[in-house]
């Protein structure tokens, strides 16, 4: 148990749709502030000028509710944030990181780059050739006053690049990697201010974690990279640096990094999908995490309990979307019959279902074979439906040689005194007794006659909630007419 007070915080780009990789990073840095009594900052970074834009930030908020994942200070919209330190937006904390690069510059720990973007193509460009790391060369290091000034006078901009050790090692102590070191000389001199005036991702975030108290960074291994120049930037500035975790890759199923291709990647994807976003959330929480018990299913408070950066793995993990359905079966199986309605209202409304009488009683004839909260609608809407969808197989069952079948079966169950399971299933067995038919004969055609389907709940308990006027009248339809 660590004995400092644990702030964590999620800080994504607003340059798209929250992802499943940013959504495991958030999870686990909510999971982690849960466990260990503390607070999650969610923090905007949206110091990328041309790719940065509101409907991300939207997207990302909305994501977040969706998931379940609470933050306890951050933005609650574009216009209002919530807690101590904000604002909880990058854009709008220009000011604090200007006056730290300007101490930075004065006192000698950063100088003023002129450097065209062709001389820095040119410098990558030469490095390549002569097999050398493709870094900043630092000629910008020693300038003379006189030709900063002519340079200056010529209308140059110049970015604020950070000045890095040449000699050495920077250790990076991870929590899941162990000590990890760097060589000082393969590192380059950072920008840390771009010419506009605004701060690049390495500068904004070691200022804001700073004046956000934030006690532990955990994030994605391909950050791992940036950790030492951060680490530099905090010893420059006199800042006690937090602990860092960095989470293992997510791979698809091939072994290539997760990707579109692996199917829906986007959290909201999932959701218009009819994924249940608990079950989204236990199945993330398994990606690079495990309890020594290989536990795979949790109520939330036992994941808040559970998580720990020790059961953090360091090798990749695999994201299985076969494993998140049958995870998201579990789920909604388990859910009390109203619970999974509530759910599933967006896919129930659509399809013109939510509020139909009967809808409950209706539902929980096909909750085993419940994957998807849009399976819901799919699975019962038959009940409601004035005219059937018939697939080919039911339709098949229902030909030449069912008809009779089917118009003397309703005419028997027209007559029955009682119109459920049991009654029913008495008098259709007692029917092809009397008519030396095999069950097979009667049961298939019957299901698919009133339900224009092979498939579904108990034949039965499916007739008795169709109800009697519904059953009579599409048998005799399907012996007339098919």
Known sequence: MT?????????????GYLHIGGARTALFNWLFARHHGGTFVLRIEDTDEVRSTHDSVDAILESLRWLGVAWDEGPETLEADRGPYAPYFQMKRLQSYRDRARKLLEAGKAYPCYCTKEE???MRRLAQLEKRPPRYDGRCRRLADEKRRELEA?????VLRFRMPDEGTTMVPDLIRGNVHFENALLQDFVIMKASGVPTYNFACVIDDHAMEISHVIRGDEHLSNTPSQLQLYAALGFKAPLFAHLSMILGPDGAKLSKRHGATSVLEYRDQGYYPKALRNYLALLGWATTESQELFEEEELFRKFSIEGCQKSPASFDPAKLLWMDGEYLRKLPVQE?????????EKAGLWGKPGLEKVATLEREKYKLLSDVPKLVDFFFKDELDWTEKAKKLVGDGSRTILGDLAAELSKLPSFTAKPLEEAIRGFCSAKSLKTSQVFHPVRAAVSGRTEGPSLFDMLEVL???KVIERLRKAAGSN
Not at 3 to 15: D, E, G, L, N
Not at 340 to 348: G, I, R, S
């Open 154 to 158: 010529a209308g140059k901009k110049a």
């Open 3 to 15: 004995t400092t007070k644990v702030r964590t915080r999620f800080a994504p780009s607003p340059t």
């Open 340 to 348: 999974l309605l509530d759910a599933a209202k967006p896919f129930l």
């Open 467 to 469: 109800g009697r006027e």
């Open 120 to 122: 820095l193509d040119e």
